[in-house]
């Protein structure tokens, strides 16, 4: 006598139905958090870049013998004149031609224009800060960088007198 083999048998609708649903419960209910997520690594990755060009224009300032200004821009062009405009980047560039107050000249050298994410905005207790050739910086400012929905946590980017920028600890209020 053989043994009787089992009968393949495969998903009902039923089943198939029931497991779908509980899968886009779960995916609904990490929707909120993924997107925290991306707000809070958008924001982070921000900051990053702007203390990176931070201290980039304080090392080309010294190497190059030059003051090199790190300004907001809402265009990617020119520089924000007041503080506390909200602005979409910065501008990187040596100032051969000195202004107040500060602007981009055709005369100046554009090290590097960077472009904030969409939802990002990026403003200052100062509109630019300028690095001398001595290692100091001549101006010191606070940049707040926060989400354009109205997230009122965001990343704070300082600069010392002495030229050295640094992410603050915590959370910044936007």
């Avoid at 779908?20 to 991306?38: C, D, K, Q, T």
């Avoid at 990053?48 to 013998?65: D, E, F, G, M, P």
Wanted: with cysteine; proline share 6%.
């Amino acid at each position: 006598m053989a043994p009787q083999l089992a009968k393949d048998r495969g998903f009902t609708a039923l089943e198939l139905l029931v497991v779908v649903a509980i899968g886009a419960v779960l995916v609904a209910m990490a929707v909120p958090s993924f997107s925290e997520l991306r707000r809070s690594a958008s924001i982070s990755s921000s900051a990053n870049q702007l203390l990176w060009a931070l201290h980039y224009a304080r090392s080309q300032a010294i190497l190059r013998n030059v003051p090199a200004v790190v300004c907001l821009s809402a265009n990617g062009a020119t520089c924000v004149t007041s503080a506390g405009t909200a602005a979409a980047g910065w501008l990187v560039f040596l100032e051969q031609q000195r202004s107040i107050p500060v602007q981009f000249n055709t005369t100046d050298e554009l090290l590097r224009a960077i472009q904030l994410p969409p939802q990002v905005a990026v403003q200052g207790t100062r509109a630019a800060v300028t690095f001398w050739p001595t290692a100091r910086a001549g101006t010191t400012s606070t940049f707040k960088l926060c989400d354009a929905r109205g997230d009122p946590r965001g990343k704070a980017v300082v600069v010392s007198q002495t030229g050295r920028p640094r992410v603050a600890d915590g959370d910044a209020p936007c």
